[in-house]
């Protein structure tokens, strides 16, 4: 007589998240090999290549929407490229297989591997021509009160108040570029603290959104747009907010935008949008960071709660992190 040991697991899907953290990990893992070796593109090279054999493993039928570039760009995980091994579900994927080569080369924190994947046509993608936008980020206490169009003061006045703190407690973090010279000005002016960095403003975003991790408060300055859409994802998971408008570096990538019909007026809210989209994003850190860590225990911990009570939130900028 056979005896039952185990009760049997009553779900038949397999789970989609479990699948891309393997995709992460392989990124990582690789593009680890090459930590402090100072080259970059080794870097890179070693994560995409990785990143790219592990989606070929996935359950879906992945298009790429946020890739490494244009089809003759790059060779693999380019813009409209299939991935996955074509079984449902049908989704958009958004990938970033090291989001800061430079600090990995040089042995720094800061560089994670990220995959967000939504429900097919539902994840925003720049505009042809759009590479940067201005950001602000913050987290939960301050997502109501932030405003991308006003003074920098204003914002962090704004902050202070709701955070029941004054501006001289604030850390913000933003690029060290000479675009932001003003901007840092400004934030000296008002008594504020800054964390510069030089490269990394997706894992930069989701600290400042972190209300467990209070190292920074708030994320300020121009990055890149697609950045801007995968550190959306994480954020709308978190709770916090981003607002992100368009930004042209030069005037003529501002005239190419006008004349394309784009809209340099355009403002990216979190929730701008009532569309609701089920979406998986999945962080790895290269090397190990404390605030990564706590994310990862922080992102499990909402993952299961949306679980129970099978939540589904909206996002305009991209995606957001919960499954349905």
């Not at 709701?162 to 932001?180: G, N, S």
């Not at 550190?231 to 981003?242: L, P, Q």
Request: hydrophobic fraction near 45%; proline fraction near 5%.
């Amino acid at each position: 007589m056979s005896e039952e040991r185990f009760e049997q697991s009553g779900t038949k899907e397999r789970n989609l998240g479990m699948e891309l953290v393997r995709v992460t990990e392989a990124a990582a893992v690789s593009a680890g090999r090459w930590m402090g070796k100072g080259d970059k593109e080794k870097v890179d090279q070693a994560a995409v290549d990785a990143m790219r054999h592990a989606l070929d493993g996935v359950d879906m039928h992945g298009v790429v929407v946020i890739g490494e570039g244009e089809k003759d760009e790059a060779p693999m995980l380019y813009i409209g490229e299939e991935v996955g091994n074509f079984t449902p579900p049908e989704v958009d994927v958004a990938v970033d297989p090291v989001d800061g080569t430079r600090l990995t080369a040089l042995g720094l924190p800061g560089a994670i591997a990220v995959v967000a994947t939504a429900e097919r046509g539902t994840m925003y993608s720049a505009p042809p021509g759009v590479f940067y936008m201005e950001k602000i980020a913050v987290g939960p206490v301050a997502r109501d009160v932030i405003d991308i169009n006003a003074p920098v003061t204003t914002n962090l006045e704004r902050i202070a108040q709701a955070r029941d703190a004054l501006i001289e407690d604030l850390t913000v973090m933003i690029l060290d570029r000479p675009r932001h010279a003003g901007m840092i000005n400004e934030i000296r002016q008002a008594g504020a603290r800054i964390r510069l960095i030089t490269d990394g403003d997706v894992s930069a975003a989701i600290q400042a959104a972190m209300e467990d991790y209070r190292g920074v408060d708030v994320l300020l300055g121009v990055g890149g747009a697609p950045e801007a859409v995968l550190a959306a994802a994480a954020i709308k998971c978190i709770g916090g907010e981003i607002l992100c408008k368009i930004w042209p570096l030069t005037v003529k990538e501002r005239e190419k935008i006008v004349k394309e019909g784009g809209n340099l007026t355009w403002l990216s809210k979190t929730n701008a949008h009532g569309s609701k989209i089920s979406v998986w994003m999945l962080i790895r850190s290269i090397p190990p960071m404390t605030w990564c860590k706590a994310m990862m225990y922080h992102l499990l911990q909402l993952a299961s709660q949306a679980a129970s009570c099978s939540t589904v939130f909206s996002i305009s900028v991209g995606a957001h992190v919960l499954p349905r």
